[in-house]
């Protein structure tokens, strides 16, 4: 009742002030205007938007309401209710004399620990799978390296063989020959 009184003097006062400003452009006018009327009067939109929060937080105390009673009259919990309560004890108004509430709220900090916890672990786990890619390509670059090095020593080897064979061959075949000149 006292706020429509305010809401109904404001309009009062707001349209003397209009008129009041068209016809004398003071500045203190235009002060008292302000105070008078806030910015949320003018605008639409933000109070639209305070009544849809309002509402959807009263939704959300509702259902909270509702769940913790059906979970501790009819035992009714799913899975899925059981994820649905610790997340909505952080969205409802703090209420420090409610044991299931403060239960809730735990639950809700330990999930939200192991949470962390594993994403942590998960990090690391691929920060670890990409070193160890990284170093396995590494050697792998140095094995390869060392293996055609390897294969190019053993041709240079197979081709000194060979040419120390052809020499040996055309040494042989030069002393028959001259073995048969003489």
Same mark, same amino acid.
């Given at each position: ?28 006018? @235009?002060?008292? /205007? ?70 809730? /709220?735990?639950?809700? /900090? ?34 390869? @390296? ?6 190019? /020593?053993?041709?240079? &080897? ?9 020499? @040996?061959? @055309?040494? &042989? ?10």
């Amino acid at each position: 009742m006292a706020a429509l009184l305010r809401q109904g003097a404001r309009r009062v006062g707001g349209s003397v002030l209009h008129r009041t400003k068209a016809a004398v452009a003071s500045p203190a006018v @235009a002060e008292e /205007r302000r105070r008078l009327l806030p910015r949320h009067m003018y605008s639409t939109q933000e109070q639209a938007t305070e009544e849809i929060t309002r509402k959807i937080q009263q939704k959300k105390e509702e259902l909270y309401d509702v769940m913790c009673k059906a979970e501790q009259r009819f035992s009714t919990s799913s899975f899925h209710n059981k994820l649905l309560l610790p997340h909505l004890s952080v969205h409802v108004k703090p209420r420090t004399k409610d044991p299931k509430w403060q239960i809730l /709220r735990f639950t809700k /900090r330990a999930i939200n620990v192991v949470d962390a916890a594993g994403f942590i672990a998960l990090t690391y786990l691929v920060c670890s799978f990409v070193a160890g890619v990284r170093n396995f390509i590494q050697e792998r670059r140095v094995v390869r @390296a060392r293996m055609f090095e390897a294969v190019a /020593r053993a041709r240079e &080897e197979v081709a000194k063989s060979a040419q120390i064979k052809a020499v @040996a061959r @055309a040494r &042989e075949a030069g002393t028959r020959s001259s073995q048969i000149d003489n």
